[in-house]
Structures are given as structure tokens and as C-alpha cells.
């Protein structure tokens, strides 16, 4: 088998899962993996005793990438994976992980997926959701208070020290890496259109 890959990226808060999910509605949902960047973030235990508040989780050295990278090869050539688990409130990847089954399509979605080239590369379709910074912001306050049980003053510490420092270093400049951008993100819904034509397309050239 060998899987189309989608790269679905953008800022913290950008709309890149609500993209996904329009994407998906138009595919056959059997025939697709999505597969989360944040899985693969390392466990507290490795950053040499340091206070949750004192790491930056939006470093690319946050993340073990290059197990992603190797998950995804091997899913591209039809083996399962086991994909970690982490939780976001003790930040520690849990004991269990998560068997995966390749599909034909794998859905990569995260905030610096395309800023790693041997990640980007494994990438059919790399997608970049663009969406204003204060509505980034927005919707993450909303999220790590409602999901993961934070103040508003501990997310917006975070967002000044490490989350917009780190967009602008990193996820911002890895958007000329895109191969299709999406402002609006869920809402554009004529650029979501035109990407899963352009998804079928592909999958009928793969057939061929």
C-alpha cells in the first residue's frame, strides 16, 4: 500500500482540526488515519526535572519527531504502528499506547509538521491553515481552559513566553513550505472543495 499523506498545519488555535473535519466529510472515513503531532510529545521525565511551566512545549525539540517519522514510513508500507498516548494535564506519555492500522489516506496534523524536511517530505499534500492572531489566541484560551483545566493566566504566560516567540521563529516561516494555504480555515468552504478534488485525483493517479 502506499498512502497518500496530507500535512495539515497552521498556528496554535488556527483551525487545523476543524479543517480536517471538513476534509473528512467528503472522504470515506474507513479509508483514512489522522495521525496528531502533539502524540508525540516527549514525556516531562526527559527535560531534567523542570517545572511543566519552565519547558517550551512549542520547540521543535518538544517533540520526538523522528519517531513520527519512522510511524509514518511505516505505515506507508501497510505496518501498524503503536502510536504513544500523552496527556496534556500531567504532561507524561501513558504507559498504554495506540495500535494504528495503515489506511489509504494519513491525515498528519500539527503545528510543525512541516518545519522538519525528512517529515515534510513524506508528505503528498502539504496544507497551511491561516488564520489572525488574535483569533488563534482566542480559541486557545478556550481550549487549554475547557480540555486541559488551565487559568487564563497560566495560558497567557505561556502564549507570551513560548507560543508567540515560537510561531513567529518557526510555524510562521514553515507555511512557504505549504503547497495549498487556507485562510478562514473551516470556513473557506471553496478551498476545502479544492483540496479534496485535488485528494481524489491523487487517489485515482495512485490506482493507475
Do not use: C
Amino acid at each position: 500500500m502506499k498512502s497518500l499523506v496530507i500535512g495539515v498545519s497552521g498556528g496554535s488555535g488556527s483551525g487545523k482540526t476543524s479543517v480536517t473535519n471538513r476534509i473528512l466529510e467528503h472522504l470515506d472515513r474507513s479509508r483514512v488515519v489522522v495521525i496528531q503531532h502533539d502524540s508525540y510529545y516527549k514525556d516531562l521525565s526527559v527535560h531534567g526535572g523542570l517545572a511543566p511551566d519552565k519547558i517550551n512545549f512549542d520547540h521543535p525539540d518538544s517533540l520526538e519527531t523522528n519517531l513520527l517519522i519512522q510511524h509514518l514510513r511505516q505505515l506507508r508500507e501497510g505496518k501498524e504502528i503503536s502510536q504513544p498516548i500523552y496527556n496534556f494535564t500531567t504532561h507524561r506519555r501513558l504507559k498504554e499506547t495506540q495500535t494504528i492500522q495503515p489506511k489509504e489516506i494519513i491525515i498528519v496534523d500539527g503545528i510543525l509538521i512541516f518545519v522538519e524536511k525528512a517529515l515534510r517530505e513524506l508528505m503528498d499534500i502539504r496544507i497551511y491553515v491561516d488564520t489572525d492572531a488574535d483569533e488563534r489566541l482566542i480559541r486557545r484560551i478556550r481550549r487549554d481552559m475547557i480540555e486541559r483545566g488551565r487559568s487564563v493566566d497560566s495560558v497567557m504566560t505561556q502564549y507570551l513566553n513560548t507560543v508567540k516567540p515560537m510561531h513567529l521563529e518557526f510555524v510562521e516561516p514553515s507555511k512557504h513550505w505549504a503547497d495549498i494555504i487556507i485562510p478562514r480555515g473551516a470556513e473557506n468552504l471553496v478551498a476545502i472543495d479544492m483540496v479534496v478534488t485535488k485528494i481524489w485525483s491523487m487517489l485515482r493517479e495512485k490506482k493507475d
